[in-house]
């Protein structure tokens, strides 16, 4: 491990079950993720993404890459654009610091594609590796 390794792309596509999933498994049924006549009245075409969900991405994209071997310790995200229902997500990170067992991640999250935008950053995140 060492400063500037990349962390695997994590690419997601966020649709209205994945939604109602996180939703279900976080209790956060406010109207802005799920119902339509109300985000109309509101001046929104989708319903928007819960941001909790986009600190859940920033973990796996890291937990995937060093494996059960690794705890994220600290986790740190800023959020700068909504992302709406049917859109999909890129996750990268880099490595900016090693100390021993700790590794820092600088991350940050893009909405990929025609509409393509940054969404939450600064983000990163310092995680423990177990020998």
Not at 42 to 53: C, E, T, W
Not at 72 to 88: H, K, Q, Y
Not at 101 to 123: D, H, K, N, S, Y
């Given at each position: 491990m060492r400063v500037g390794d990349e962390v695997p792309v994590l690419v997601r596509a966020i649709g209205t079950?994945?939604?109602?999933?996180?939703a279900g498994a976080t209790w956060d049924w406010h109207r802005l993720h799920?119902?339509?006549?109300?985000?109309?009245?509101?001046?929104?075409a989708a319903p928007v993404v819960d941001g909790?969900?986009?600190g859940a991405l920033?973990?796996?994209?890291v937990q995937d890459w060093l494996g059960p071997a690794a705890?994220?310790?600290r986790l740190s995200m800023r959020f700068v654009a909504p992302v709406f229902a049917g859109e999909t997500v890129r996750c990268t990170g880099r490595v900016?610091?090693?100390?021993?067992p700790l590794v820092t991640v600088e991350q940050r999250i893009e909405v990929a594609g025609e509409r393509a935008r940054l969404v939450v950053a600064p983000a990163g995140?310092?995680?423990?590796?177990r020998r």
């Amino acid at each position: 491990m060492r400063v500037g390794d990349e962390v695997p792309v994590l690419v997601r596509a966020i649709g209205t079950a994945d939604m109602v999933a996180y939703a279900g498994a976080t209790w956060d049924w406010h109207r802005l993720h799920y119902d339509h006549d109300w985000l109309t009245e509101r001046g929104l075409a989708a319903p928007v993404v819960d941001g909790q969900l986009f600190g859940a991405l920033l973990v796996e994209a890291v937990q995937d890459w060093l494996g059960p071997a690794a705890t994220v310790r600290r986790l740190s995200m800023r959020f700068v654009a909504p992302v709406f229902a049917g859109e999909t997500v890129r996750c990268t990170g880099r490595v900016t610091g090693v100390d021993g067992p700790l590794v820092t991640v600088e991350q940050r999250i893009e909405v990929a594609g025609e509409r393509a935008r940054l969404v939450v950053a600064p983000a990163g995140c310092t995680v423990e590796r177990r020998r």
